[in-house]
């Protein structure tokens, strides 16, 4: 995933010249989530520009590589919606999420 490889480049810059390999496992040990906001312009149509959560994937692990998966994908208006379960949902229900809905309460 693109941006697992930006990360690590960026970290591959520094002076301790970390292994590829170690990098993916300092990315993947440290973000849960990365969460992917688009701009839309609606000027044209009376409106104005936006951001809104286009998708959510959950780091899932390193195998060589950092692991993810969506689960919150684009729905038919472009903004995020239920993709996948949630592996840590138990973890994230004490913070207010709510597995059932697929969103936070």
Known sequence: MEVFNRIAT???????????????MLIAGAIDFVVFIEKRNDYGRGGRLRRYV?????V?????????????????????????????AAELAHYGY????????
């Open 10 to 24: 960026y970290a591959l810059q520094a002076e301790e010249r970390l292994p590829i390999e170690a990098t993916h």
């Open 54 to 58: 286009a998708s959510i994937r959950e």
């Open 60 to 88: 899932t692990g390193v195998d060589g590589r950092v692991l993810s998966s969506e689960v919150f994908a684009p729905g038919p208006e472009g903004a995020a919606v239920p993709h996948a379960p949630v592996s840590c």
């Open 98 to 105: 709510d597995p059932s809905y697929g969103a936070w309460a």
